[in-house]
């Protein structure tokens, strides 16, 4: 169990930095990922792929409004009639608990990322991580 909390704080090192050339070819997904998983987002959480998408729609399009994303999204879930309809609301809610879970992990690194002390909106830093990832070198 000890070996496991020590891996955890090794992930939180620093956040954007490209140690090595293989980090430099990452793709979206993958980087998107991988921040989230150093703030402390776990990858099994209902809101994580909601939360990964969004990131990367924010990333191309700066300008859209983040409320429009949980719409857009829930659109494209519900286009499989196999599976339970969804809403935007719900697909915010499941973002909101996985920010409070991480919130909870890692407060330190998403202070350090939002540069603010109190925890983030879902907006604040939905487009903080699109744009830290977009200025990376």
Known sequence: MAQKEVKSKKV???LFSLE???DRTLS???????????????????????LKK????????K????SKLHEK????????V??????????ERWIKTSINNAWKKNKEGIRKLTGEEKKPTL???????AEKINKRP
């Open 12 to 14: 939180r090192g620093k």
């Open 123 to 129: 907006e604040r830093l939905i487009s903080e991580i």
């Open 20 to 22: 090595n050339s293989k």
């Open 63 to 66: 300008s859209m409004r983040i």
């Open 54 to 61: 969004e990131i990367i729609i924010l990333m191309d399009n």
């Open 82 to 91: 196999s599976k339970k309809q969804i809403e935007g609301k719900d697909i």
């Open 73 to 80: 999204l829930a659109l494209e879930e519900n286009k499989d």
């Open 28 to 50: 979206q997904d993958e980087l998107v990922t991988r921040v989230l998983m150093k703030l402390g987002f776990v990858t099994n959480s209902k809101g994580f792929p909601y």
